[in-house]
């Protein structure tokens, strides 16, 4: 992370990959910066980064072996749009300027089911404040979860942000995914073991 608190993300795509057929040519001027928070094993986050090129995403997570997959998913894809935080990514939306963010996604999340540790949920009040300093106007906020207590807190905190509007208008908006949002590996796992996955679909307030 940059010593003085703040990082431009535009600049991360000013330097070459280090490995790849196309790392001499990195991506210098993206038209929009992404973020994923906690990108699992990075099946979305590459599938958004090759269905749009002339986008920059970055994706946080904490757990290596995820890194791995996404790396390798890098290299055999030969993307040049994506830049890893491997931390907390609550650091890097600390870090991020005023809306400099054109979408998010929060897919997923660790459920943390038991009542004293929803403190450690990434949905929360917190991080939407968050969220909704670094998104730009009509940027929008994706939100996933196959548990229904995280669903009832998701429904609880987001729409009622006074900065996010809830873009659902029918059962349909939030009980199918959206065609321009891939499964994922453990969004399949949890339809197996009979979990039904939710998709929520946000847009930050303002003109």
Avoid: C
Wanted: charged share 30%.
């Amino acid at each position: 992370m940059p010593e003085n608190g703040t990082l431009d993300p535009e600049v991360l795509f000013q330097f070459p990959l280090l490995s790849g057929k196309r790392s001499g040519e990195g991506a210098p001027h993206p038209k929009e910066i992404w973020l994923e928070i906690g990108f699992g094993a990075g099946e979305h986050l590459a599938w958004q980064a090759a269905e749009h090129p002339e986008v920059g995403l970055l994706g946080a997570e904490v757990f290596e072996n995820g890194v791995v997959k996404l790396l390798a998913e890098i290299r055999r894809r030969d993307l040049a749009n994506i830049r890893i935080l491997v931390d907390d990514a609550r650091l890097l939306l600390a870090a991020l300027p005023d809306r400099s963010l054109g979408r998010a996604f929060i897919l997923f999340p660790d459920p943390w089911p038991k009542q004293r540790h929803h403190k450690r949920r990434m949905v929360s009040s917190a991080t939407l404040d968050a969220l909704a300093r670094t998104l730009r106007p009509k940027a929008e906020l994706r939100l996933a979860t196959d548990d229904i207590g995280y669903l009832r807190w998701m429904l609880e905190l987001a729409p009622s942000h006074p900065d996010f509007e809830w873009l659902a208008r029918g059962p349909r908006d939030w009980r199918e995914r959206p065609e321009d949002w891939p499964a994922t590996r453990y969004e399949q796992k949890a339809i197996a073991a009979g979990r039904v996955p939710y998709f929520l679909k946000l847009r930050r307030r303002g003109g």
